[in-house]
């Protein structure tokens, strides 16, 4: 007489999954939160500095200039390991070529799109109206990058967007045709976002920083028989300049998204709209006046709140 055998156990039915799932790791919420910020800092003193520039030369051959400052800075700082045989040692290996150029196509729009946008409005204007940006990355993570769209993170956005709305004070002119260039500013630095939020996963943000300053100076050479002037010798300090901040910003960006839910990093991008009004008041002597003040303590509170209830949920 044999034993009967146990029946088998039906396997689970499989569930949806996101487009582009995220695999889950060990989240640096708090470094990947100051990173973020030190490079939404960073960009708004770049776009500070690209406003005055643009005044003399054409916005394509600025926004070149960036990218190619910042492809001879990456490879410079990279030769010495391009040489070895060490897998670690080669950052420019890479699973996703294609991917690398779908988001170096984002980051060119954006940068493309805001700097022309300062030819026609005011930063602080163009600001307010590209840092949408974060409604457009808590959603895109949620659906593209399955990462959780919590109450607290929508709160927080929409809040959020509130304090523009009280610095922006929509009804001025600001919303004229030209406000389409930093609108697609958004769409492209939240597209930018995701795909870095999905490679950084993967792959050291110096194989990112590498693949888009060449990717991105390449695109753009090709408008330059057409736009090119005579850059001011003068002014040649500022140009690099204007590549090296460039450079850092997207570096820290990068690094932020590798570390932090881009979900959980969306709402600090409202600070964008602070820093452009500090640098207006340096710049062109034009301080914030209340309702500036106001806003900004909204967008801190909260981005500080989203910070605060998701180190909460890691902790229960």
């Known amino acids: 007489m044999t034993a009967a055998l146990p029946e088998p156990t039906p396997e689970p039915a499989p569930q949806a999954t996101p487009v582009f799932a995220v695999p889950a790791g060990k989240a640096f919420a708090g470094s990947g939160i100051a990173l973020f910020i030190a490079g939404v800092f960073l960009f708004s003193a770049m776009d500070a500095l690209a406003k005055d520039l643009l005044a ?106 509130i304090g523009a709305l009280i610095i922006l004070r929509p009804g001025f002119g600001v919303f004229t045709p030209a406000a389409l260039l930093p609108i697609g500013c958004a769409i492209c630095f939240a597209g930018n976002a995701l795909m870095t939020r999905l490679l950084g996963q993967n792959e050291p943000a110096w194989t990112s920083l590498f693949y888009a300053a060449w990717f991105g100076t390449a695109m753009l050479a ?58 207006s008041t340096l710049i062109y002597s034009a301080p914030p006046d209340a309702p500036t003040l106001i806003g900004a303590l909204v967008i801190i509170g909260a981005g500080l709140y989203v910070w605060a209830n998701d180190r909460a949920r890691k902790t229960v």
């Open 56 to 161: 003399q030369s054409p916005a394509l051959q600025v926004v070149w200039l960036r990218y190619v400052i910042q492809a001879l800075v990456i490879t410079a700082i990279l030769a010495p390991r391009l040489s070895q045989r060490s897998p670690h040692a080669m950052p420019l290996r890479t699973a996703h070529p294609w991917g690398h150029f779908i988001r170096a196509v984002f980051q060119v729009g954006a940068t493309g799109f805001f700097f022309a946008s300062l030819t026609h409005i005011g930063l602080a204007e163009a600001t307010a109206l590209a840092d949408t940006n974060p409604v457009l990355i808590t959603l895109g993570a949620a659906l593209f990058l399955g990462e959780r769209l919590t109450r607290a993170r929508i709160l927080a956005v929409v809040i959020s967007m």
């Open 222 to 279: 090709l408008s330059l028989p057409f736009v090119w002037q005579p850059l001011p010798m003068d002014d040649l300090w500022r140009y690099i300049l204007l590549g090296l901040i460039g450079t850092a910003s997207q570096a820290a960006v990068i690094m932020a998204f590798s570390r932090s839910e881009a979900g959980l990093l969306a709402p600090f991008g409202y600070l964008g709209i602070v820093f452009a009004s500090v640098w």
